[in-house]
């Protein structure tokens, strides 16, 4: 059974930055791709930014040079570094990993970011 752990979420002021983490119950070398994603209120849920088994890495135009994600795979974990975060980044961000023909989704965790 996949499950998908994300924390790190919070209230920060514009300007400022969060790492979120999301913690695999499996090796995380077996998703492909995995990545974040983001739904704020009143619309539709968006991809943030994902990387391949390969490594190569997509970002939402919205995010480029501002978010970075990463992964550790000892630890079963990827991260998604937030810079220069702005109120309209304020969402719930859910990690989701494929695997097979299944794709798995983490709870959520919420970011807020005021003005």
């Known amino acids: 059974q996949v499950q998908l752990v994300e924390s790190g979420g919070g209230l920060v002021q514009a300007g400022g930055s969060l790492r979120l983490s999301c913690a695999a119950s499996?090796?995380?070398?077996?998703?492909?791709?995995m990545g974040w994603y983001r739904q704020a209120p009143g619309k539709q849920r968006e991809l943030v930014a994902t990387?391949?088994?390969?490594?190569?890495?997509n970002y939402a135009d919205s995010v480029k040079g501002r978010f970075t994600i990463s992964r550790d795979n000892a630890k079963n974990t990827a991260y998604l570094q937030m810079n220069s975060l702005k109120p309209e980044d304020t969402a719930v961000y859910y990690c989701?990993?494929?695997?097979?023909?299944?794709?798995?989704w983490g709870q959520g965790t919420q970011v807020t970011v005021s003005s």
């Open positions: 989701k990993a494929n695997w097979g023909a299944q794709d798995y």
């Open positions: 499996v090796s995380i070398f077996s998703f492909n791709p």
């Open positions: 990387f391949t088994r390969g490594g190569t890495t």
